[in-house]
């Protein structure tokens, strides 16, 4: 029996789960569309071998890291170092070995699903990880990445990838998607416009930020008309290269509307790195309508994921840098937030808005009733710790009465774990036909209509929404 | 195949659903009691056939206009003009053309089991509205709308309405209830009686609505105890015309117990207009207070439906006015807000207060503890955007296990939408029938328990709660 | 048929309900670990037999007070007075039929299930209590509690309890404990140190229970360096008398670390009774983080039990004081409260704090993250209100995706209810054993997964975590 099972997560109800695999029969082997996520465009502009399978596959992994931390296990034990480098010191193999004889922690979790999808479809291992199978696994992992077919290219177009987008930075000169562009191979890469360095006061550098926001845009970043006329070349060029949406990574849903005599002196000590908290966040909010009202104008869609502690664990943070698992979820709060950026755009059916949130009480209270009014506002998928079987379930449950379908994107993988976007792909799907198949058994929808659903949900909401 | 199927909103898992069916068949044809909403008595007084499919289905429905705003399609578009008068220039056929071509983004919410409950019960429809046959649909409406038994009377005798409780102002003569008590037709229609406008220093024309109170209840309300007076006078006219119950729309569950004088000097200042937002909330709290001490004298029962950002659309509301679907729930507090009317009349049990939310993270952890505990406290059903299969089933997932079955009030069909009434009767009737099926399958409760608790949640709870 | 029937509460989808069973066999019997609680160690320390039902079922439950209250049922008819002592004029039989004749009240909660399991399992009474076997019930409850199998000793060993908690304030001489640990009897009954009284400003009469802590631990507490040595001699005695956790019931998870001069003038404004209401959390946060310090040295589990308004209801709590039904739970939030414990000890895989919360809301946003990322926390299960099987799905299906089963801990009964002890455990081990046969029957866990988690859930989670 294969550790991965036809049905899997699909309800054990008869009539459900047979409704729920003819509609995942439809969409199981649809093209994948990514419209946001955190792949490294040099791997497919370079193409060159994965290292081994604890490069690979463990080390970047924030979700890994933080369930083996919890239970006491260290980073250093994981061969981490600061900024995520692998050390060289650490043997790959022996912190495989820790985690294979830990991957009992990951019973009920996503990452269990999204490994035991890796291992079987992309390389054929059809075990459970133990710790007595574990060497042979990473020998066989490791055997298969110097394969051509293992080469991110090959693995692009087995996944039937129809279009990915990574994300940079502002001051990132998109040298890989340029070489991209140049390339015949056909895979489609894009980037996405992502301004939080240069945007938020608080980011580390944002002076220096700046100053190379202004050599790269060729725009005197002196005074806050400037600033923004940099941004706006920025953003020229990010759509020069393939990018069709923004996205922000807030503390909140903050928006602002400020008068320009405000912004300037926002601006001025944003720059002297003199803003208090309550400050820095005004000025977030007020860049995020500006980004808006570019939008208006030069058609990128704007996503915004707010809401995250991140870095909480300052010890951590100082020994090993960001992104090791220690970001936490804050309450959510959007209906007062996003009024300025409303009342400003928020009747404008050509400018779309697509919100994310880690609080799921926001989901029915808020953002359904939102986005189920207003002509600009769209819901992204369940997002981060709900990206997952219960979570997007409740995201669903949650949602759908209030905004109905047509006011959600499809799926999102969001992962810089580039072998797992089939695995989150098809348990993003199965959900959805789960979800589906139920409202078609108790008869609240008809067969017709599912499937018709199923497959804009597997794919055709994310080309509208993200215009792609 | 019908539209409808007799099983729909059951669990497709055979036993719970062979069960559901058993106990709904007990209350399938009970009498609707429908202690809460917004029809007009008009109807009922003048018993006029309705004028067309789109003005009585459609252009009311800020269920309906809000999903379709949100999708881009304008409110003009659908006839809709400030007040929500249908505007004479716009063809109600192509409006309802607009609707059914766009019936598909209602797939999974409510508003698509009330429409089709409402064309194959009402008017013996049995097809999907679809673009195609949206014409047809059209002219059978009128023109079963033109006949005798789709006239106001007429419906609500086929309906089988045993009572039903409309909702009015103070400053309302209640004409239609005159001319409905000396009519000899049968049908029990009744008032509620809402002060918002008199209470609510915020609301539009507050000082010329307190003028109007004065005129209307003989009172001088120059004084804030001559204020309680005309109150007191409304009360005792709109009980005189069947009203059991008060109901109170606030922005929160704050209440207060001032001093008088405190009271005093705050109407004084809500007369002049010169409150700020706090004060504002404050003299609404004290006037929730001041409706409880009159129900433990009058015997009127309380509603209280708060946490709304009412109107949170300005352009919107200021083209088209109220109630057009940009009504957003804020989160919502009853532990401190309630603690003052608490602490004075809590323990009472022949006063009854019947809370409602929009915050489903208030059940399970303010509401049924409360309303667990307090003798004068009960909980209405779900609310709004909650009135939804998924919607009560969490409202009762969320309050049974702390505040039973017996400290809630059945059902509210809260609506204007007179047509629907015996569609969301029947969604609350099959969703508790579904619950308790649960419970049985599950061996936490008896069938003849489950019987007798599905006939109380169809009616003998309401006509307890309410004093019907 | 019995009350009990022995599928109760698994999934009534036949593929759910047949793999839960084969779970639930593998742990029904298993030894009860009760690691936190509230029975009187004197039962078991005099081993005398209890005096009636209504004294012992009843009258001390709060869960069945509240409902009875709730519904216009007064504490006095139900022979409470204040302090919880049955009063001698209220004729316990008339308060047992007064329950009876109320038993449909508790129909879809946790007390019912509670109560049918102990008169089924505990008196062998297989018949739902009503008005009408009321009298006869209550005579042969009474009849079996003077029989020596129902003495405390011999339900302590009928129940098959490894180990069980109870919990005292530092100002107890814990002589019944004392007498126990003398006592060949090899029940084990251990203590757990619950420091409230004395680290709450605002407890009553704060300021004579540090004198007495003085008295009892020989220590001055003059200052707040020998307050800190008083509860650090203390907790060395409940050490010895077993104990191997602390316990702390805060309103809210605020932690504080405050300079030491700080610490001293709150301590002694706190002594002098002056410190206002956000001086008094401040101190109660920095007296958290002591407790934390202390059990890093000591080893002793930390429990934090936080967000409940006590008293809610100030008149009911003048007339019958505490514990009467009138706690109702308050929002929680522990990203930013617990900050300054985590920066301090957070990474201490050796220190151990379990969470636990009455706000769902804060299982998936908050909890679960930070008990997946942080080495020294743990979750507690569903709590109160929440220890219930909608309560304890909900916390499963919230919780899991994130901090898997291995940052739980187990089950808590929680209770003063003796009798009730295997009843909530059983309750637990059924929902527990269904959680994990939905997570089978989706294939998302293979059955030997779930067999080996469903005995960790049942009793090694709880040994592991609190020591036992």
Redesign the interface.
């Known amino acids: 029996m294969s550790v991965?099972?036809p049905?899997?997560?699909?309800?054990?109800?008869p009539?459900?789960r047979d409704i729920a695999r003819e509609l995942y029969q439809q969409v199981a082997h649809l093209p994948i569309v990514s419209p946001h996520g955190h792949t490294d465009p040099r791997w497919f502009a370079d193409n060159r071998a994965f290292a081994n399978a604890t490069e690979l596959l463990l080390q970047p992994d924030h979700y890994l890291l933080?369930?083996l931390?919890?239970?006491?296990i260290g980073l250093d034990e994981l061969g981490v170092r600061h900024g995520g480098s692998a050390a060289a010191k650490t043997d790959p193999e022996a912190v495989w070995q820790l985690f294979a004889g830990n991957y009992?922690?990951?019973?009920?979790?996503?990452t269990?699903?999204w490994m035991d999808h890796v291992f079987v479809e992309v390389f054929g291992i059809d075990e459970?990880l133990t710790e007595n199978n574990g060497p042979r696994i990473y020998a066989e992992i490791n055997r298969q990445l110097s394969q051509p077919e293992c080469l991110p290219r090959a693995l692009f177009q087995r996944f039937n990838i129809e279009v990915i987008a990574t994300t940079e930075s502002p001051l990132d000169p998109l040298d890989a998607h340029r070489r991209l562009q140049a390339d015949p191979w056909p895979g489609r890469v894009i980037t996405a416009f992502r301004p939080d360095p240069v945007v938020d006061p608080e980011f580390e550098g944002f002076a220096d930020n700046i100053a190379q926001l202004a050599l790269a845009s060729g725009e005197s970043c002196d005074h806050f008309s400037g600033y923004l006329a940099a941004l706006r070349e920025r953003r020229t060029f990010f759509k020069s290269m393939g990018a069709t949406a923004t996205d922000h990574g807030h503390p909140s849903a903050l928006t602002a509307d400020l008068p320009e005599s405000t912004c300037e002196r926002l601006y001025q000590e944003a720059l002297r790195g003199s803003l208090n908290a309550d400050q820095a966040e005004l000025f977030r909010g007020q860049m995020l309508l500006e980004m808006a009202l570019m939008s208006l104008d030069d058609g990128l869609v704007m996503q915004l994921h707010p809401g995250v502690?991140r870095n909480?664990?300052?010890?951590?943070f100082r020994e090993f840098g960001r992104d090791k698992?220690?970001?936490?979820?804050?309450?959510g709060?959007f209906?007062?937030g996003l009024?300025p950026l409303?009342?400003k755009v928020?009747?404008e059916?050509s400018f779309t808005l697509i919100l994310f949130t880690?609080?799921?009480?926001t989901y029915?209270?808020?953002l359904?009733?939102?986005?189920?009014?207003?002509?600009c506002?769209k819901l992204g998928p369940a997002w981060w710790?709900?990206d997952?079987?219960?979570?997007m379930l409740r995201y669903r449950?949650?949602v759908?009465?209030?905004?109905?379908?047509?006011?959600t994107v499809g799926f999102n993988d969001d992962t810089r774990a580039f072998l797992s976007i089939p695995a989150r792909h098809d348990v993003a799907r199965r959900i959805d036909c789960r979800f589906l198949a139920?409202?078609v058994?108790?008869?609240?929808?008809?067969m017709p209509?599912a499937s018709?659903?199923a497959v804009d949900l597997a794919g055709n909401l994310a080309r509208a929404a993200y215009k792609l």
């Open positions: 991965l099972h049905d899997r997560l699909f309800a054990s109800c009539r459900q933080r369930m931390y919890s239970q006491g009992h922690l990951f019973r009920g979790t996503p269990r699903l459970l502690s909480h664990n300052s010890q951590l698992g220690a970001d936490i979820p804050l309450p709060e209906v007062r009024k409303l009342e928020g009747n059916a880690l609080d799921e009480t029915a209270r808020e359904a009733p939102l986005a189920g009014h207003y002509p506002l710790f709900h997952s079987p219960e979570g449950q949650q759908t009465e209030t905004a109905g379908f047509y006011n139920q409202l058994a108790e008869h609240r929808m008809t209509e018709e659903l």
